[in-house]
């Protein structure tokens, strides 16, 4: 019976961490006025008629800490990456000097700065969601093992052990956050 309870847990955990890998990703592409490749991430361009991710076409580095450069692997691309940024609604404004696309990154106001705080916070409580919803279901795994006979103090352990995970966790995705707003919020 222990053993099914510790698969039980284990899969929690695997679920738990996949909240904190995708709390991760969503923080990288909210970005804190620092010019980061990643910021493109998501962006798409037409490619020959099909939608393809920018990285797939190009290679984007940054050139400093306010300008992130996109160098095409064919320049009968540039127009094509230009308007795939601009359609991105990211906010940025790419400059085609007929070589490579130049993206000034601006410096964030107080107020976007604020905003993006407030982004990064209901990222968290999404991660925090999806953890406390990892503690139900493990723990109607434990209850569904007591009614088969589990013993009531069994139950109680590993509901208890089921908790501290949970907190761990939980606690994770705070000193993300908290990371991520200093972040943010250092002009």
Do not use: C
């Not at 064919?74 to 990211?90: F, H, P, Q, T, V």
């Not at 000034?104 to 999806?130: C, F, M």
Request: proline letters at 3%; hydrophobic letters at 35%.
């Amino acid at each position: 019976m222990t053993e099914e309870i510790q698969m039980g847990i284990d899969e929690a955990k695997d679920q738990m961490s996949q909240a904190i890998s995708h709390l991760n990703s969503e923080l990288l592409k909210i970005r804190a006025g620092k010019a980061n490749p990643s910021m493109l991430d998501n962006v798409s361009v037409d490619y020959y008629g099909s939608k393809t991710p920018l990285s797939q076409v190009a290679n984007v580095s940054t050139m400093d800490a306010r300008t992130i450069t996109v160098q095409p692997w064919e320049k009968s691309m540039l127009d094509e990456i230009a308007r795939g940024i601009i359609n991105s609604n990211l906010g940025l404004n790419p400059q085609n000097n007929g070589e490579l696309i130049l993206i000034n990154v601006p410096i964030l106001t107080e107020e976007r700065r604020k905003d993006l705080v407030k982004r990064v916070k209901a990222e968290g409580e999404h991660a925090k969601v999806s953890i406390r919803n990892q503690r139900k279901e493990a723990n109607d795994f434990i209850k569904s093992l007591k009614d088969s006979g589990l013993s009531e103090d069994m139950a109680k352990k590993s509901e208890d052990e089921v908790q501290k995970v949970v907190d761990a966790y939980v606690k994770k995705v705070e000193d993300l956050i908290v990371l991520k707003e200093k972040d943010i919020m250092t002009v």
